[in-house]
T-cell receptor, first 111, second 114 residues
Framework: GQQVMQIPQYQHVQEGEDFTTYCNSSTTLSNIQWYKQRPGGHPVFLIQLVKSGEVKKQKRLTFQFGEAKKNSSLHITATQTTDVGTYFCAGRIGTASKLTFGTGTRLQVTL | DSGVTQTPKHLITATGQRVTLRCSPRSGDLSVYWYQQSLDQGLQFLIQYYNGEERAKGNILERFSAQQFPDLHSELNLSSLELGDSALYFC?????????????FGEGSWLTVV
């Protein structure tokens, strides 16, 4: 079945350092979404990418969708303690409504 | 607040028992999803409904069942519970369940099976 893997599984950075999580799918995705889950919280939608090679920015966050639409990345510039949480990518194949979540990357930020 | 309401927030029950988790989607959303999140696992898709009909099925055990009612609220029934069923169960909703829809998650129901 479809698998969506994320690396790294966990990353610990000092505040001010950059952070990147990578999302890789075994199959081509029609679109990809990113979610953030704070400790003890629920996943919250961040953004959706649809086009091949698409790049979107939200303040210090940069999201990219690969040319082959099988991978994506989330880059955070100058992390802050408020960035702590688990970041999930989630993708769909074709017109399927099922959204498959990646394995998640847990980010820890310390002062 | 996502607008998705789940009850109960916490539930402790014994092995072999049956529980029902309830979900009210955001106002106007027709599609409901159920996900399971265990401690060492990501978000496992269980099942999706759209306007009362099953739309997609994931890794849902035969001991589990769900339905979406005419008023669009949904219930996830878990029976013959095992220790391994202990997890956080999320309900989510979207406008129509189309591929481009954003999914909004509820705060989850923590199930502990002892």
């Amino acid at each position: 079945g479809q698998q969506v893997m994320q690396i790294p599984q966990y990353q610990h950075v000092q505040e001010g350092e950059d952070f990147t999580t990578y999302c890789n799918s075994s199959t081509t995705l029609s679109n990809i979404q990113w979610y953030k889950q704070r400790p003890g919280g629920h996943p919250v939608f961040l953004i959706q990418l649809v086009k091949s090679g698409e790049v979107k920015k939200q303040k210090r966050l940069t999201f990219q969708f690969g040319e082959a639409k099988k991978n994506s990345s989330l880059h955070i510039t100058a992390t802050q303690t408020t960035d702590v949480g688990t970041y999930f990518c989630a993708g769909r194949i074709g017109t399927a409504s099922k959204l498959t979540f990646g394995t998640g990357t847990r980010l820890q930020v310390t002062l | 607040d996502s607008g998705v309401t789940q009850t109960p927030k916490h539930l402790i029950t014994a092995t072999g028992q049956r529980v029902t988790l309830r979900c009210s989607p955001r106002s106007g959303d027709l599609s409901v999803y159920w996900y399971q999140q265990s401690l060492d696992q990501g978000l496992q898709f269980l099942i999706q409904y759209y306007n009362g009909e099953e739309r997609a099925k994931g890794n849902i055990l035969e001991r589990f069942s769900a339905q979406q009612f005419p008023d669009l609220h949904s219930e996830l029934n878990l029976s013959s519970l095992e220790l391994g069923d202990s997890a956080l169960y999320f309900c989510a909703s979207s406008v129509s369940g189309a591929p481009g829809n954003t999914i909004y998650f509820g705060e989850g129901s923590w199930l502990t099976v002892v």
